[in-house]
Structures are given as C-alpha cells and as structure tokens.
C-alpha cells in the first residue's frame, strides 16, 4: 500500500497557528455585523429518499420542504463516510477518509457504574480526531462566531484529548459517544457550558430514566426523551443568540436512527395501524436497541417530529429577527440504516439509488441537503454539483470572509475541501474537484467519483459505473472500460494514506 507524503502531513502540525492567525489576517472589524449566522442540522441515517421534497410517499415533511422552497435542494451531494463517526470527521477536519485521522466507528469503552439497577460504562466514545488539525469549531471561534453543538459528538471518548469543550464548542448537549446514543431513554447525558462555567464535560445524569430497566418491559417506563431533550436545549441556546454577533450551531440530532423508540404521542399515534404491513423487531440488548411491534410507524413519526423540530427552530429565528442572516442547512450523516427494526425497502430510503449505510454505492453516501440563505440563495433553486463533507469547512469559512486564506497553498497542504460558496450563490467562479473519495475499513470498500464515472471497489476488486446513465449502479464496466478504471485506481493510490487502525484492500495499480 502507498504510504503517507512526509511532505504533506508532517505540516499539519502547525495548523493552529493558521487558525490563530485567521482573525487579525482575513476579518475586517466592518464585517463582524455581516457575516451570517449557521446553522448545520444533521439527522442520523437518514437515506436521500426520506424526505416529501426528495420523493417520500409514505408520509411528508412539511417543514423542511419549506425549507427547500426558500433555499436551494442538491440532488448530488455526498456524506463523508458511509458510517456516522467518520462522516462528521469529514465535516470537522475538511479531509476525506483517506487523509483524515478517524475513518471508522472505533469505540473506546472501560469501567462500569451503576445508575440506579443499570450498569453503564464509566468512560465511553470514539477515537479522538487528531489534535494536530485545527476542526471546523476551532476555526469558526477562532475568527469570532459562538459556537454550540447538540447532539451527537462522536469526536472522542470521555476524558480524551477531543472532547467538546477542548475543540472549540462553547456550548455543547448531547452524546459524547455515539453507542450511548442507541438509547433514546439514556441512563445520562453530557454537557458542556463555557457560559455557566464548566470546567469540562459532565455527565447530566437522568434521574427518571434510571428508576427503570434499559431493557425490556420497564423501558417503556422510562420518560426523560433524549431526542427532545436535546433540541429543547439547542432551542434555549439558540434563543439566547443576538443579531450582530456571529454564531455557529452544529444540531447533530440522532432522529431517525435506531432504536426506533420515542414517546406514545400524537405523532405517533398518526401513523400506528396506517403503514401495514407493520413490522415487528425483537430488540437487540448488545447493540442497545430495545424491541418494538411498530417499527414501520416509529420511523415515519420519527422523521416527522424531526420535521416538527425544524419547524420550531424556523420559528425562533423569524421571532428572534435571525432569519434573514442566518444560512439554514439540512441534511443527513450518511444513508439508511437496517437496524433496529428500520426498513429501507418498505420506505425506499435510498431513493433510485443503490446501497444503504456502510456502503460506498450511491446508497450509502448520497444524502438530502438543503440550504436557505435569503437574499443570497434563489428560492427554489436546484444544484446537481457534485461535493463531500470535507467542502463544508471551506465554505462555512468562506462565508465567513475567508476566502483568501482558503485557497493559499499552505491552507491546500491541510485541507482537502473546496468551498461551494459559488455554486450556492450563483456569484464567481466554482472551483472544481478532480474526482471525490471515499474508503470504509468495515467493509473494505472504496469509492471515487470523476464526473459521471463511479469507481466501487470491494475487498479489492474494482466495479465501474456511469452514473448518467446508471445511477443504481447495475451495470458495471469495467471489464470494456478499463482505461477509465487504470486512471480512477491511480486516483485512490494518489489520495489513500495507510492507517493501521483502519485498513482497507487498494485495488492492483497495472
């Protein structure tokens, strides 16, 4: 396998000093009142065809097709990874999986502790992204926005070196490790809060919660709703926003991942008996999903009280005087899941494409986004402009004013995202990817895009797609196209860097 540049990674080190410097060097006291607020709402396994606006017939998504027919919806645009850890390492550090430190939903778990008759882990999360790389909070605080996050962290494990509180969040609510986050009636929460004084993240423990069983039938005694707990907090922080100081907030909200659980409302009850024939899931205690007779009715009301809560948080930024300087984003962490009792088949998650989560098929990566910015965004509009999770730094930082420090050289040796700012406004001139890349160790595949051309490569065996006229990827030629597969092949040696922790099968380089 082809190793690391030297050249290139050795640099990164002094990525910091980049970001210290970004505020004195591209920030003019003027533009503090113009640039715009951001809000990036990421739901969780949510698959391209989940949403009314992007084809959903089992039930619609009012809110967020608003959402669309104020701003501009992508029909082209890809998750970091095909799996959540690795895809928000993507967002975070502006590098796709072969760069980035974390590619992979690698848990690091030790200790017990009792809450209440429960037994939990004393310490638990993922693999801490790299502390040498300056991620998109550290930037964005670096140059003046406040920045919160609620939801889901998934950036390193309790006490680690990356943790919310030690890479630029200023308020942080939810899951630091998203194997917690299979409980939406969790034993805890985390918190972190720079404004009340918090030395570091804590754990909120949920009284209510743990006077009853994580599984079985006692579970359904439990009360305290993580999903609304979470967006009731990014609602509260979010009302505590001023016109004329610049924010950032990261909703990481788990909706609509498994387990497929939430409370016996009237959300759910529209949809109980209605979406038949209903499925039944029996619970899985080791992947902490419990078990429910109405699968196919907790996902539809679990995108629509997602729907709802994008709802609310519209309604806060008209009342607030937000909205018109606030750029709205929606979107999902990668494609559908089969967990928990969810069924992409009945839902037709992935839309006309191929693959669900933990694939490098359309399927898998191909995700709903959406993005309302008034006065900049047509209404209505519509881009099939290709890009990845790793050109939302740049742009968040463009429209931040930083265009100029974004295309430096030294900023290209760190970072591998282009800014979409162009494509999203319609004003200058859209940089180009040569191609996108992708790499999952779970599975062993690979992928990279070139124009309509789609390399998969699986356990090392490529397979070649025209997405123009194949978008479900059923024909693959490889066999009579193998010029184009030599040059895609060449494009994975040139961006793939060898991590022991997280392998992957490079196809022969003829």
């Known amino acids: 396998m082809k190793k690391a540049s030297p050249r290139r990674w050795t640099e990164r080190a002094s990525?910091?000093?980049?970001?210290?410097?970004?505020?004195?060097?591209?920030?003019?006291?003027?533009?503090?009142?113009?640039?715009?607020?951001?809000?990036?709402?990421?739901?969780?396994?949510?698959?391209?065809?989940?949403?009314?606006c992007y084809g959903q017939q089992h039930f619609v998504t009012p809110n967020i097709d608003r959402l669309a027919a104020q701003g501009m919806r992508m029909t082209a645009a890809y998750a970091g990874s095909p799996v959540s850890a690795p895809s928000r390492a993507c967002l975070m550090t502006g590098q796709h999986t072969g760069h980035t430190h974390v590619r992979g939903n690698r848990e690091h778990w030790s200790g017990r502790v009792e809450y209440g008759r429960n037994v939990d882990y004393a310490v638990s999360g993922q693999e801490p992204y790299d502390t040498a790389h300056a991620i998109?909070?550290?930037?964005?605080?670096?140059?003046?926005?406040t920045t919160g996050l609620f939801g889901k962290w998934a950036g390193g494990y309790e006490g680690s070196v990356s943790t919310p509180d030690k890479r630029g969040i200023d308020e942080?609510?939810?899951?630091?490790?998203?194997?917690q986050a299979h409980l939406y009636y969790p034993n805890f929460l985390?918190?972190?809060s720079r404004?009340?004084?918090?030395?570091g993240v804590v754990r909120e423990v949920m009284e209510q919660n743990i006077g009853h069983d994580m599984y079985g039938d006692d579970y359904d005694n439990r009360r305290q709703y993580s999903a609304d707990l979470i967006h009731q907090r990014a609602m509260e922080w979010l009302a505590r926003q001023e016109e004329g100081k610049p924010f950032i907030g990261f909703l990481t909200y788990t909706l609509p991942h498994a387990e497929l659980r939430q409370p016996d409302d009237s959300l759910l009850q529209r949809f109980r008996g209605r979406l038949l024939p209903e499925r039944t899931y029996r619970g899985d205690s080791g992947s902490r999903y419990n078990a429910t007779s109405e699968a196919h009715a907790?996902?539809?009301?679990?995108?629509t009280r997602l729907d709802a809560q994008v709802g609310e948080i519209m309604q806060l930024l008209d009342e607030r005087g937000l909205a018109d300087n606030t750029v709205v984003i929606f979107t999902s962490d990668n494609g559908p899941h089969e967990e928990g009792g969810a069924d992409p088949d009945y839902f037709n998650h992935d839309g006309m494409f191929r693959g669900l989560k933990r694939s490098t098929h359309e399927g898998g990566i191909r995700i709903p986004f959406i993005v309302r910015w008034p006065g900049h965004i047509a209404a209505g509009s519509e881009s099939d402009f290709p890009f990845a999770f790793y050109d939302l730094l740049p742009t968040f930082l463009d429209m931040a004013g930083m265009a100029s420090v974004t295309t430096t050289d030294r900023w290209k040796a760190r970072y591998d995202g282009l800014s979409i700012l162009p494509t999203l406004t319609g004003q200058g001139v859209q940089p180009q990817h040569d191609h996108l890349y992708w790499e999952f160790h779970e599975t062993d595949?690979?992928?990279v895009r070139r124009g309509d051309w789609k390399l998969?490569?699986?356990r090392g065996r490529p397979s070649l797609y025209n997405l123009a006229a194949d978008p479900h990827e059923d024909h693959d030629l490889a066999a009579s196209r193998p010029d184009i597969v030599r040059q895609l092949v060449t494009k994975i040696y040139e961006d793939h860097i060898d991590s022991p922790l997280f392998p992957v099968t490079l196809p022969q380089e003829e």
């Open 195 to 199: 404004q009340r004084g918090d030395k």
């Open 172 to 179: 942080f609510y939810g899951y630091i490790c998203q194997y």
């Open 136 to 145: 998109l909070p550290e930037l964005m605080r670096a140059v003046g926005y």
């Open 298 to 303: 907790q996902f539809a009301a679990m995108i």
């Open 445 to 447: 595949m690979l992928g």
């Open 15 to 52: 990525s910091f000093a980049l970001a210290a410097a970004l505020p004195a060097a591209c920030v003019p006291a003027a533009m503090a009142q113009q640039r715009p607020n951001i809000l990036y709402i990421m739901c969780d396994d949510m698959g391209y065809g989940d949403l009314s």
């Open 190 to 192: 985390n918190r972190y």
């Open 456 to 458: 998969v490569v699986s």
